[in-house]
């Protein structure tokens, strides 16, 4: 069965950096993708960074610069590093996954996502 856990949330100054961690289990497509996707008080949804199992990367405009993804191919684990972190950045951050997809120069989405993970809460205070 397909399991998400996310961890490394928490509560951080303007300025400050996170490493969030998302464990994935379970998969036996050739091919997927993990979406980090944020979701704000108001509910709005925004889709941070994807990333494919080759390792092809996007990220959303407001985060370019600032936040990467990568993944490590042997223990199965996304990573989200954030540096620079704004008030803005305060969102519930949920890594979620697609079968079938590889990422190409177009921005992340959150649309077809077979897999959910429950969330970490990232809160940055000025």
């Known amino acids: 069965q397909v399991r998400l856990v996310e961890s490394g949330g928490g509560s951080v100054q303007s300025g400050g950096s996170l490493r969030l961690s998302c464990a994935a289990s379970?998969?036996?497509?050739?091919?997927?993708?993990v979406t980090w996707i944020r979701q704000y008080a108001g509910k709005e949804l925004e889709a941070v960074a994807s990333?494919?199992?080759?390792?092809?990367?996007s990220y959303a405009d407001s985060v370019k610069g600032r936040f990467t993804i990568s993944r490590d191919k042997s223990k199965k684990t996304v990573y989200l590093q954030m540096n620079d972190l704004k008030p803005e950045d305060t969102a519930m951050y949920t890594c979620?996954?697609?079968?079938?997809?590889?990422?190409?120069?177009?921005?992340?989405?959150?649309?077809?996502?077979?897999?959910w993970g429950k969330g970490t809460q990232v809160t940055i205070s000025s």
């Open positions: 990333i494919d199992k080759g390792g092809s990367a």
């Open positions: 379970g998969f036996t497509s050739s091919t997927y993708c």
């Open positions: 979620a996954a697609a079968e079938f997809c590889v990422v190409t120069a177009s921005p992340p989405n959150y649309h077809g996502m077979d897999y």
